[in-house]
C-alpha cells in the first residue's frame, strides 16, 4: 500500500482486495474474549477532527486501540484552532509530539491531501472525511459489507464484487461518501448506478465511472445493494427540492419499494439516518438493511487501514497466534 489514505482512487484492486482480506482477520479477532493485538504496540495514532463526528472518531480510536495503539483525540472545538491557529502550525505541534498517523476529518475539500503531500508530517494520513469530496475509509467498510452479505464471509476472500449492481440514492452532490464509493466499487468491478433529483447531482457527473438514474423505482428490481444517503440540510444554502414529503415520496425507501427488490439485495445507509426521509423505519429496522453491520464493519476496517499503513503486509493474526489464542 502507498504512505497515506487520502482518496479511493488511490487504491488499486489489489489493494482494496488486501484491505478486505485484512479486515476479516481483523473481524476474527472482534470475535475473541480478548479484542487486541500487539501489532501497534508504541506507535502513536491521532484523530484530529475540524469537524463533530461520532461513528468515525470512535471507530478510529476503537481500531487503533485494539491495536495496541497509543491515541490522542485533538477536537477543533476548545483547542488553539478556535483562537485562529493554522492547520500547518497544528500539524508542527503533532509532529513534534510524534504522531506516527494522523487520522483528519476537516470541513474544507483537499486538507488531508495538503496535510499528506506539505512536509509538516512524516506520519502517515488517513483521510476521514474532508468537505464535500471523499471519504475512503467509509468507502472500504461499505464494499466489506457487501463482500460479506453477497458473496460470502469466507467465500468472498481475494475476491471482488465483479457484476454486482449497487445503486446510490439521494443526496449525491454534498456526499463524500457517494464519491468514494463510486471510485471504490469501479476498481472493484461493480456497476453503480446514483439515483437523485437533478439539483443534487453533481457537476461533471458523466465524467464519474458510473449511470445516473433520475427514476427510483426504475433501477430497485435489477439492484443487489441499495445505498441511501442522507439528506444533508446542514450544506445546503438553497432549496434543491421543494419539500420533504415531495423528495420522500419520489426517493425514499419505504416498504412497498423494498419488496421490489431482489430477494437476496441488502439496504446500506453510512448513518445517521434522517427516519422518515431518506428511509421508513420499517425499512431501517429489517433485516435486509445493514446500518448496524456497517458500523461494526468500520472498526473491522480500520484495523485494516492502520495495520497497512504501520504494520506492514504480512499476514496480521499468523496462524500459529490463531492457534495459541483458541487453545487458552
Known amino acids: 500500500m502507498k504512505r497515506h489514505l487520502i482518496s479511493a482512487a488511490d487504491l488499486t484492486r489489489d489493494d482494496a482486495v488486501l484491505i478486505l482480506d485484512t479486515a476479516e482477520e481483523m473481524a476474527r479477532v472482534a470475535d475473541r474474549p480478548i479484542k487486541k493485538l500487539p501489532t501497534l504496540r508504541g506507535r502513536t495514532v491521532v484523530n484530529l477532527f475540524f469537524e463533530d463526528s461520532t461513528r468515525t472518531r470512535i471507530s478510529f480510536e476503537a481500531a487503533a486501540k485494539r491495536l495496541s495503539a497509543d491515541v490522542i483525540n485533538f477536537s477543533a472545538k476548545g483547542s488553539s484552532v478556535s483562537k485562529g491557529e493554522s492547520l500547518k502550525d497544528t500539524a508542527l505541534t503533532l509532529e513534534a ?61 481475494g475476491r471482488d464484487l465483479e457484476g454486482r449492481r449497487i445503486t446510490v440514492v439521494g443526496d449525491v452532490l454534498h456526499s463524500r461518501v457517494a464519491r468514494s464509493n463510486v471510485l471504490l466499487l469501479n476498481t472493484l468491478g461493480a456497476e453503480v448506478t446514483l439515483v437523485a433529483p437533478p439539483t443534487l447531482v453533481p457537476i461533471g457527473v458523466e465524467n464519474w465511472p458510473c449511470q445516473v438514474s433520475y427514476s427510483l423505482d426504475e433501477v430497485l428490481p435489477k439492484s443487489n445493494a441499495v ?81 497497512l499503513l504501520l504494520g506492514g503486509n504480512e499476514p496480521a493474526v499468523s496462524p500459529a497466534h490463531s492457534r495459541t489464542e483458541e487453545s487458552k
Not at 483528519?104 to 469530496?133: F, K, Q
Not at 472500504?140 to 476472500?157: H, P
Open 227 to 307: 445505498m441511501m444517503l442522507r439528506v444533508q440540510r446542514e450544506r445546503m444554502n438553497a432549496a434543491f427540492f421543494p419539500t420533504e414529503r415531495e423528495y420522500s415520496r419520489r426517493y425514499g425507501l419505504d416498504g412497498d419499494r423494498m419488496a421490489r427488490m431482489p430477494e437476496h439485495a441488502i439496504v446500506m445507509h453510512p448513518g445517521p439516518m434522517n427516519r422518515g426521509m431518506e428511509i421508513t423505519a420499517e425499512v431501517a429496522d429489517s433485516d435486509r438493511c445493514t446500518a448496524v453491520e456497517q458500523v461494526a464493519n468500520g472498526v473491522s476496517i480500520r484495523m485494516a487501514v492502520l495495520y
Open 97 to 157: 509530539m510524534g504522531a506516527d498517523a494522523v487520522v483528519i476529518r476537516h470541513h474544507a475539500s483537499g486538507a488531508p491531501y495538503r496535510l499528506a503531500n506539505s512536509g509538516w508530517i512524516d506520519g502517515a494520513v488517513v483521510n476521514a472525511g474532508d468537505g464535500t469530496h471523499e471519504h475512503p475509509t467509509q468507502a472500504l467498510l461499505d464494499a466489506f459489507t457487501m463482500r460479506r452479505r453477497l458473496v460470502g464471509r469466507d467465500a468472498g476472500l
